[in-house]
């Protein structure tokens, strides 16, 4: 390919990310400034983007007239100014899922009775921090947890966490529930034994819980109101729930042609069955907030071509963001500066971390890139940074977060 071209307009461009006069800006800010004045591998976050992302869930749940609360999940992103901006902006809670999660909610100024807690192989020491935290509600995934939970804390008030049986997201992979059994919450089978354990200990049970995966779309809809359906049966057995909290997982498009989760058709779903029940609902969205509220900024280099393929080595690795190689879906590559004369390309991006699978993207068609200049990874807001590890000794990255002036 070596026809040059004019920046066509790209598929994902919109208001708050695009390109004017060649460069990429993401709110007000000039990514390229950015990059040279601060150096990269950075993660910039933009508030705006992430209260407009809240904003959506929120208006169309309200629309449909249901009462419900949202957990920002914080294991998709907890860095710390972003967290802290999430209380401040005052439209969520937040779902934690380890001690030092609770911990670092709490530091954002969240007050207990704003943290959900929704742990897996919860630990003994894990109970002592949640028995400090009297004010947390907790959703327990295994009848272990409500033993060991109600026996340091009898009467507490909880949530069960069940298996569902069915998933959805991204793609199978990314399921938590299916044909073959996760270690995520508790089966059809096992239910009522995990109501006499936790009668045996006076545990209220307030809240039926449920986590489908990640990403899941419009198409997902069926699946998400036949797991609805598939509620009753536990709702019927425990009358003294009143919270129905669906997780999170909702996704957002990743390639062109994908179309954005129909909210009003998911809250129509969700409508169905809550309001019917006079349930509160719960969310924990995590990626769905800060996903595309987050860029990656990395810098080009080498750029060399190895048996026919052109390899464009960047300045991070999937150590730092690892969605493309851990859940198999896909980034959007694109350069800080566009170069509107310069031949088009199919390039495959590469990390600095030795290890085969550490490719960011593959066939990528971009404007010919050099070494030296900066690239984007768009769509890295959630599970980058928190995910991130010092591998090859390369764990070293800035953060970044956006404030628009009012
Ligand atoms: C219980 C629970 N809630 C919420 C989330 C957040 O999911 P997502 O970031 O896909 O919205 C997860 C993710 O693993 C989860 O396990």
Redesign the pocket.
């Known amino acids: 390919m070596n026809d040059s071209f004019d920046k066509p307009q790209l598929w994902w461009e919109r208001d708050d990310l695009c390109y004017r006069n060649d460069y990429l800006f993401f709110g007000k800010q000039n990514l390229q400034v950015l990059a040279e004045s601060s150096g990269t591998p950075t993660f910039v976050y933009n508030v705006t983007r992430i209260q407009q992302n809240l904003m959506r869930l929120s208006g169309a749940l309200t629309k449909r007239g249901i009462k419900f609360k949202i957990f920002y999940?914080l294991?998709?992103n907890r860095y710390l100014p972003l967290v802290t901006s999430l209380k401040l902006g005052g439209l969520c809670g937040a779902?934690v899922?380890s001690p030092g999660e609770l911990l670092l909610a709490r530091q954002a100024g969240f007050h207990e009775n704003e943290i959900t807690y929704?742990g897996t192989s919860v630990s003994d020491e894990d109970i002592e921090c949640l028995k400090r935290h009297a004010g947390v509600h907790v959703?327990c995934d295994a009848i272990s947890t409500l033993r060991r939970l109600g026996a340091q804390f009898p009467g507490r008030s909880v949530g069960i966490?069940i298996n569902p049986s069915q998933g959805a997201g991204y793609h199978s992979g990314l399921h938590?529930a299916g044909s073959k059994a996760t270690k995520?919450g508790i089966y059809k089978d096992r239910f009522l034994e995990a109501l006499e354990v936790a009668g045996k200990y006076g545990l209220i049970i307030k809240t039926l819980?449920f986590?489908i995966g990640?990403?899941y779309g419009t198409n997902d809809l069926d699946t998400l109101d036949e797991i609805l359906v598939g509620c009753n049966w536990f709702l019927d057995q425990c009358p003294e729930i009143d919270t129905l909290d669906i997780?999170?997982?909702?996704g957002v498009p990743l390639v062109e042609g994908q179309k954005p989760l129909d909210l009003d058709a998911w809250a129509g779903v969700i409508e169905k069955h809550a309001n019917r029940r006079e349930l509160e609902i719960q969310i924990?969205?995590?990626?769905?907030v800060v996903k595309d509220a987050g860029v990656l900024l990395l810098q080009v280099n080498t750029v060399e071509e190895k048996a026919g393929t052109c390899f464009v080595g960047v300045n991070g690795g999937f150590n730092i963001q690892s969605l493309a190689v851990y859940y198999q879906t896909p980034f959007i590559v694109t350069p800080l500066k566009w170069r509107p004369d310069v031949p088009k390309e199919k390039i495959t991006l590469a990390g600095n971390i030795n290890e085969a699978i550490d490719i960011f993207a593959e066939d990528v068609g971009l404007p010919a890139i050099s070494e030296g200049d900066y690239i984007a990874l768009l769509n890295s807001g959630?599970?980058g940074s928190a995910c991130s590890s010092n591998h090859c000794m390369r764990g070293s990255f800035s953060e970044y977060l956006l404030i628009d002036e009012p």
């Open positions: 999940a294991k998709a779902d899922c929704t959703n966490r938590y995520f819980h986590h990640s990403g997780g999170g997982g909702l924990e969205p995590g990626d769905y959630g599970y």
